[in-house]
């Protein structure tokens, strides 16, 4: 089974600090993604990769910045926290291909910003 | 653009069923249906392609209208079990590879 793994259930942050969350998955997937999911709006697209070295802006990247310097491993940072990036953050990896495969999750990482 | 579905939440009593929609303002590839549990990552239902091909588990049931930008989510002789947040994603045209969410529908089974 694929697995999709995230640093932290549980992280508490300050405002102004540089923080990052790191996501693994052990597939060889080429494909992660990054989300944030708040109640009544979902989860919406922070930023995505196809493969080493190469992101895409989602639809919210405002505020956040990704690396991923191998395929295993897809990093999202907030470079300097706000209290209105606290959220859950999950990250997602589907098959090679992407399209028309299903994406599998994380179990997220509940992010509180103080 | 995010996808609209409804409703946004439903109760029902076991064995009663329920439809879930989701609708879009752009022309779709595909839709991808997700079901999270409370405090699990989201689940992976269904896909359901441009042109009719569907993908997914055997006890769910989807359509997918491609004129009308929408697809409908079956969920039949419900069990306690099928208590959660449901989520469509839309691949568009536009937006290219990537899945856009919509805000959810919560469902809720009692006995």
């Known amino acids: 089974d694929v697995k999709v793994t995230q640093s932290s259930r549980y992280l508490v942050k300050r405002t102004g600090e540089k923080v990052f969350l790191e996501c693994v998955q052990d597939?060889?997937?080429?494909?992660m993604f990054w989300y944030r999911q708040d109640p009544g709006l979902g989860l919406r697209l922070i930023y995505f990769?196809?493969?080493?070295?190469?992101?895409e802006k989602g639809d919210i990247p405002e505020g956040y910045s990704v690396s991923r310097e191998k395929k295993e491993r897809f990093s999202l940072i907030l470079e300097s926290a706000s209290t209105n990036q606290t959220s859950m953050y999950l990250c997602?990896?589907?098959?090679?291909?992407?399209?028309?495969?299903?994406?599998?999750f994380g179990p997220g990482t509940r992010l509180t910003v103080l | 653009q995010q996808p609209v579905q409804s409703p946004q939440a439903v109760i029902l009593r076991e064995g009663e069923d329920a439809v879930i929609n989701c609708s879009s303002s752009?022309?779709?590839?595909?839709v991808h249906w997700y079901r999270q549990k409370h405090g699990e990552a989201p689940v992976f239902l269904m896909i359901?392609?441009?042109?009719?091909e569907q993908k997914g588990h055997e006890k769910i049931s989807a359509s997918f209208n491609e004129k009308k930008q929408q697809s409908s989510l079956y969920l039949t002789a419900s069990q306690l079990s099928y208590s959660g947040t449901y989520f469509c994603?839309?691949?568009?045209?536009?937006?290219?590879?990537?899945?856009?969410f919509g805000a959810g529908t919560i469902l809720r089974v009692k006995s």
């Open positions: 997602a990896s589907p098959p090679a291909g992407g399209r028309y495969n299903e994406q599998f």
């Open positions: 597939m060889d997937h080429e494909n």
């Open positions: 990769s196809y493969d080493v070295k190469m992101k």
């Open positions: 752009k022309a779709l590839y595909s």
């Open positions: 359901l392609l441009k042109g009719g």
């Open positions: 994603g839309t691949e568009t045209v536009e937006y290219g590879n990537k899945l856009v």
